[in-house]
């Protein structure tokens, strides 16, 4: 099946610095992909739609100043935290639409998640 | 405001048994209704989906049930398998140019014991 693919899996990072994280289509090239951040113990949340060769488009609420997404190519996506803070520490998730699907929502792949944990 | 819910953060079930997880939406909009399983330190995998015309689907172990008047779905698995321990979501998409955004219910953890 269709896979997405984040890296790193885990980042630890002093306050103030920025840390970017990568996400991957492997086997498909997907013109939109999806970040989302998870607290403890609560749902996922949309932070942006990334679409390839135009800019993200930002949930209500989600700086896009700090969170930086570029959609470079149609196998990659990145989503880079500035300036973090200990309360930027979450579990971030990445989708990819595997355009090939009849159902666009059944056919969105999620990555296997990063840990950013802000000190 | 939640647009999704999932009351019941746990569930536990004796293996064979019939699990059955439930999730209520308050966005008239949505038209397509999915449920995820998530293990931990992994993402989401995708398990069923319903669309608003129909009232069942059914895959295997899985069948999902929808109830538009009362805007409530649930995800039946029957026999619960103790590989069926996870935390599963519900997760609600409208249509048109929304129609990739999924909003996510917070997730009910199952345990099935054997």
């Known amino acids: 099946g269709a896979v997405v693919s984040q890296h790193p899996s885990w980042v630890i990072c002093k306050s103030g610095t920025s840390v970017k994280i990568e996400c991957r289509s492997l086997?498909?090239?997907?013109?939109?992909m999806f970040w989302y951040r998870q607290f403890p113990k609560q749902s996922l949340m949309l932070m942006a739609t990334s679409n390839e060769g135009s800019k993200a488009t930002y949930e209500q609420g989600v700086e896009k100043d700090k969170f930086l997404i570029n959609h470079a190519s149609l196998t990659l996506s990145t989503l880079t935290v500035t300036s973090a803070h200990p309360e930027d520490s979450s579990f971030y998730i990445c989708?990819?639409?595997?355009?090939?699907?009849?159902?666009?929502?059944?056919?969105?792949?999620f990555g296997p998640g990063t840990r950013l944990t802000v000190l | 405001d939640q647009q999704v819910k999932q009351n019941s953060p746990s569930l536990s079930v004796q293996e064979g048994r019939i699990s059955i997880l439930n999730c209520d939406y308050t966005n008239s909009m949505f038209d397509y209704f999915l449920w995820y399983k998530k293990y931990p330190a992994e993402g989401p995998t995708f398990l069923i989906s319903i669309s608003s015309i129909k009232d069942k689907n059914e895959d295997g172990r899985f069948t999902v049930f929808l109830n538009k008047s009362a805007k409530h779905l649930s995800l039946h698995i029957v026999p619960s398998q103790p590989g069926d321990s996870a935390v599963y979501f519900c997760?609600?998409?409208?249509?048109?140019?929304?129609?990739?955004?999924?909003?996510f219910g917070g997730g009910t953890r199952v345990l099935v014991k054997p």
């Open positions: 989708s990819a639409r595997d355009p090939r699907g009849q159902i666009p929502t059944d056919t969105q792949y």
């Open positions: 086997d498909f090239q997907a013109t939109t």
């Open positions: 997760a609600a998409s409208g249509s048109g140019a929304a129609g990739n955004k999924l909003t």
